[in-house]
């Protein structure tokens, strides 16, 4: 065996001394990645139906804008779209034709696209809550940031300094039992 090659980086770096032609070889460490486009991440994927592209692009900027969903929970969002687009046909199916059908005996009936749309609404909202769209996510997934960081209590944001010694004389007085007073009346 011979000595190994020196590899494309490095030959660069040291130069051609010899002048000598060389091909480069391409191997799979000296390719560059491709550069990540957030723009394209959050794009419409390939084989989504029409009317999930259409929930995609209305919704997507209000789910952009909560900072929660990265590019990986896209997959979630696309399961939310695609059961969105078909709880829209069923809705409309319902304005159309009504609530109920009549049976071949006479009977009145509630048509099965009321049981579909339900569970529909139990995905699209099991994927809300996964992509921290509701109110009770995000609340979670805060409290689970603020964990994360070692600050179990995030106190409230107050506007000025004085605000903030303003509630601490408030804390002190509720706390601290009045002069003259049994301090064990406070308590009962």
């Given at each position: 065996m011979g000595r190994r090659a020196k590899p494309d980086a490095l030959h660069e770096l040291s130069g051609n001394a010899g002048k000598r032609k060389r091909t480069p070889k391409?191997?799979?460490?000296?390719?560059?990645?491709?550069?990540?486009?957030?723009?394209?991440?959050?794009?419409?994927?390939?084989?989504?139906?029409?009317?999930?592209?259409?929930?995609?692009?209305?919704?997507?900027?209000?789910?952009?804008?909560?900072?929660?969903?990265?590019?990986s929970d896209l997959s979630t969002y696309r399961i939310y779209c695609e059961s969105a687009a078909r709880h829209r046909k069923l809705a409309a199916i319902i304005e159309d034709k009504g609530f109920t059908y009549a049976t071949g005996t006479g009977f009145e009936r509630p048509r099965p696209e009321i049981s579909i749309m339900q569970r529909e609404e139990r995905t699209m909202l099991a994927c809300l809550k996964e992509l921290a769209s509701t109110s009770s996510s995000r609340m979670q997934a805060a409290s689970r940031a603020a964990a994360a960081q070692g600050d179990l209590f995030v106190p409230p944001e107050r506007d000025s300094p004085d605000q903030a010694h303003n509630s601490e004389k408030t804390m002190e007085r509720e706390v601290t039992p009045s002069a003259g007073r049994d301090p064990l009346a406070y308590f009962n």
């Open positions: 391409i191997s799979a460490r000296s390719r560059k990645p491709a550069a990540f486009d957030p723009e394209g991440a959050y794009a419409p994927p390939v084989g989504i139906s029409a009317g999930a592209r259409v929930i995609w692009l209305e919704e997507i900027e209000r789910v952009k804008a909560t900072g929660y969903v990265k590019g």
